[in-house]
């Protein structure tokens, strides 16, 4: 199952952060502070601030401040909140606090209009940070809405694996909810496009038993480290060689049974935590299926008792193929 744990419930909790009184916002940048220019807010705040340093960080800035002389005033339609974290940044005071998401993307925005490029990039590193109330870990859906957002291609990459586990594809409320709060639709049709697209391929690669690598008489198997290992005859009972040696469509029960236990995983999971599923000891473990056989059993004690390491190195070769197929990492690196 995925971890659904109410993505919407967490994110309001970090969204849901109060606002200081507006004349706070303007703490540090009054007229004792200095500054020969008055920024206004669009909630009538004024921050009294050096022409020298916002031109220094911004194009935009040094267009507005080098026309006229003196005592100048300069309405923005920002509000007091939004000029504070970008000024708090551009002075370096003190580390400004983004706690809500709803704060970063006014971030990203002020960034993006007046061209400050660093300030953005700053913006992003909230998201890799432990730390940080915006943690990708622990918002991913909320990190690849706004990713998507803004074009952060990198950004939503980097999240899209805790997007796997978070994400529900088959709980229509769930979905519901989902879909209903991103900033930007566009993200949740991208996002929900990539993981239908990753269970059909994990869907195609598992249950397709006559083609590489499930099909273990497949030519492409002459192409690797096992070429010389006889799979069929290592990792099939002699019982149910014949058929399936015979048959182009057949496939061993042993190898349904391991695709349908591994499915359920690999749908939840990026494949880079799913490395167990390739353990000959995920094959054996206990199921509940009392008083039904699941697979062949002497084809099962062919693999348990002597040719467990080969079925491991096609276990390897398959998660390998799979790591190539959805483009995802199969070792912690």
Excluded at 30 to 40: D, K, L, M, V
Excluded at 113 to 133: C, G, V
Excluded at 141 to 162: M, Q
Excluded at 180 to 201: E, G, H, M, Q
């Amino acid at each position: 199952m995925a971890e659904s744990s109410n993505e919407a419930s967490s994110w309001q909790s970090v969204e849901q952060t109060e606002c200081p009184p507006q004349g706070e916002f303007a703490q540090g940048f009054g007229p004792s502070n200095g500054g020969e220019f008055t920024i206004r807010s669009k909630d009538n705040v004024e921050f009294h601030v050096h022409a020298t340093i916002l031109s220094l960080a911004s194009p935009v800035f040094k267009d507005l401040m080098s026309v006229g002389s003196g005592e100048r005033v300069v309405e923005l339609t920002e509000d007091a909140q939004t000029i504070r974290l970008m000024l708090t940044y551009l002075y370096h005071q003190t580390t400004p606090q983004v706690d809500s998401f709803d704060l970063v993307v006014k971030g990203f925005e002020v960034a993006r209009k007046y061209e400050i490029d660093a300030m953005t990039e700053w913006l992003k590193t909230l998201f890799r940070l432990e730390t940080s109330p915006l943690y990708m870990r622990h918002h991913p859906l909320e990190v690849y809405d706004v990713a998507s957002l803004y074009g952060f291609k990198d950004l939503a990459d980097a999240c899209y694996d805790h997007c796997i586990r978070k994400l529900d594809l088959e709980d229509e409320e769930e979905m519901s909810r989902y879909t209903a709060s991103r900033r930007d639709p566009r993200s949740a049709l991208s996002l929900v496009s990539r993981l239908v697209k990753r269970r059909a391929i994990i869907t195609q690669v598992l249950f397709t038993g006559h083609l590489y690598p499930m099909n273990l008489l497949a030519p492409e198997w002459e192409r690797t480290h096992l070429a010389d290992k006889l799979l069929a005859d290592k990792l099939i009972c002699e019982k149910c060689r014949l058929p399936y040696s015979d048959v182009f469509y057949s496939s061993v029960s042993w190898q349904t049974f391991w695709a349908h236990q591994a499915r359920d995983i690999l749908f939840c999971e990026p494949l880079v935590d799913c490395e167990q599923v390739f353990k000959i000891g995920f094959l054996s473990k206990p199921y509940a299926h009392e008083g039904t056989q699941t697979f062949c059993e002497q084809c099962f004690e062919l693999l348990q008792l002597r040719n467990h390491a080969l079925w491991e190195d096609w276990a390897g070769m398959t998660q390998a193929y799979l790591g190539d197929k959805l483009n995802e990492k199969i070792f912690v690196e």
